[in-house]
């Protein structure tokens, strides 16, 4: 703030004689008045800057402070969902294990936990007659098993798998399968049809994919290799984000 120079002024209007020196002894008081007030506010202005400088710097901290704690809270939500993804996981392959337990135990069913991939793999002639894309009875009675497990789950992609050996189709089927490809194909899109058309699963969650013989689980080199790699498979998958 600028100074008030008033004493120079009444030193010249006394001067001139144009006041008196009780005059001018009272504009010079008020003169020195006005200066120190001067003094007084441009020193309360500094101060007043410093406090916002200061209270500026404490917001950028607290700023700083509730970035960090929201980011925590974040990550604590992530954990503690991902800690619930796991536990209901867990309590659907505890499901599908007594569910399945007499077929699991004729080796016709196996549970497969991993990370964050549940498998249920079936070997074909439980679900299919020999030669057939039709699901049998006995394979309807498994899936329905499997659907009662399976439909309140909403935080899941269902990926029904088909898998063949190496052996070529060479039967009356070729004309409808010429390879492993369409017939592994097929037996997927079948189970998919029937976990949506009659165990009444979200269509939006199921998808059929083939794999003809090419992610085998075993040589096919043996009887007993090739009847492991005939298989159907329902994998349960994250939802893709």
């Not at 074909?124 to 497990?149: A, N, Q, Y």
């Not at 992609?157 to 017939?183: C, M, Y």
């Not at 049809?193 to 009444?200: I, K």
Request: hydrophobic share 40%; with cysteine; aromatic share 4%.
């Amino acid at each position: 703030m600028r100074k008030i120079h008033v004493f120079p002024f009444v030193a010249f209007l006394l001067l001139t004689g144009c006041v008196s020196q009780a005059t001018f002894d009272m504009k010079a008081k008020e003169a020195d008045t006005l200066v120190a007030l001067s003094d007084n506010l441009q020193g309360q202005v500094k101060m007043l800057t410093g406090e916002v400088d200061m209270l500026k710097k404490q917001q950028s901290a607290l700023q700083a402070e509730k970035a960090a704690v929201e980011k925590e809270r974040d990550l604590l939500s992530q954990k503690a969902e991902k800690a619930e993804q796991l536990e209901r996981a867990t309590q659907t392959y505890q499901d599908l294990q007594k569910k399945l337990e007499k077929e699991i135990q004729e080796g016709k069913v196996q549970l497969t936990e991993m990370k964050n991939r549940l498998t249920m793999t079936m070997v074909d002639k439980i679900i299919f007659p020999s030669g057939s894309t039709d699901i049998s009875k006995d394979g309807k009675l498994v899936l329905d098993k499997v659907v009662s497990i399976l439909k309140d789950i909403k935080d899941k992609r269902i990926q029904v798998e088909g898998h063949t050996d190496n052996v070529p189709i060479v039967s009356a089927l070729k004309k409808r399968f010429p390879t492993n490809w369409e017939l592994s194909t097929a037996r997927a899109t079948e189970v998919v049809r029937y976990l949506q058309e009659q165990g009444g699963l979200d269509a939006t969650l199921l998808s059929a994919t083939g794999y003809s013989e090419y992610q085998p689980v075993a040589p096919n080199d043996t009887d007993d290799g090739k009847h492991k790699n005939r298989r159907i498979e329902i994998v349960l998958l994250p939802l893709v984000q």
